[in-house]
């Protein structure tokens, strides 16, 4: 009851525009994904990390070559994927792909740079690695990892019952920074860029109005000075040069 009425009421705050609403940038991240296919010429060779039974590129989207690539044995009985590897994506990782991809995938390892490394290393010449990432210096990421996994996983089926059978994972946040991630993708070898950086995950709050509110300010005071450090959220891309074999 007390969980429901907090977000009642945080839900007419966002409805009467007395709050911002958060930009949610998992929306647009399948779009960025299918703009790097089209780029492709000829057969497009493409890895999802971290997608398990739940790829993102379905239908009209689906590349030619479709593989997945996710530690949770489900992975390789999703009929979506051409072929699977049940594996880390730390580890080295078999055949060429012209575009790898992930979303909310790299906060879950605890060795960023070298997934990274594992990545740039199954990227055809003139590759293209993209990954949504949330920032690991927002409030939201440091409760995260602050509690711990199993109070985490207790109080998602409290406050999100809707996500606890997608959610709830070990969190590591590792490198999971503006300029964390810019120099691990740099170090593997790759150019690098942020193409889109938010402020938001202000719904984790949203079970206590206050904490909501809190967030919401601390949202607006980095949006409007651009404090990327403590962004809640990060598209980094990787390119490959064609010149590298």
């Not at 991809?101 to 690695?129: I, R, T, W």
Request: proline share 5%; charged share 20%.
């Amino acid at each position: 009851m007390f969980i429901r009425f907090n977000k009642k009421i945080c839900q007419w705050l966002e409805s009467r525009g007395w709050v911002p609403i958060d930009p949610y940038v998992g929306i647009k991240f399948p779009d960025q994904v299918a703009s790097q296919l089209l780029a492709v010429k000829g057969i497009c060779r493409v890895l999802e990390c971290g997608g398990v039974d739940r790829p993102i590129l379905t239908g009209q989207g689906r590349p030619a070559i479709y593989d997945g690539l996710d530690v949770d044995e489900r992975v390789l009985t999703c009929p979506v994927y051409d072929s699977a590897h049940c594996q880390s994506v730390v580890d080295k990782i078999e055949g060429k792909y012209d575009v790898i991809f992930s979303k909310y995938l790299l906060e879950h390892v605890d060795d960023v740079p070298g997934a990274f490394k594992s990545m740039a290393g199954s990227l055809a010449p003139g590759g293209v690695m993209l990954h949504l990432v949330p920032g690991g210096m927002h409030p939201y990421s440091i409760v995260t990892r602050l509690i711990g996994n199993r109070l985490q996983r207790l109080l998602i089926r409290l406050i999100r019952p809707n996500r606890a059978a997608t959610t709830g994972y070990p969190v590591f946040f590792d490198k999971c920074t503006y300029g964390g991630l810019l120099n691990s993708v740099r170090k593997a070898g790759l150019d690098a860029e942020v193409t889109y950086v938010a402020y938001g995950a202000s719904k984790y709050f949203d079970f206590f109005v206050p904490a909501f509110i809190m967030v919401k300010c601390f949202n607006s005071i980095a949006r409007l000075t651009s404090f990327r450090l403590v962004a809640s959220g990060l598209v980094i891309v990787g390119r490959k040069s064609c010149d590298l074999e």
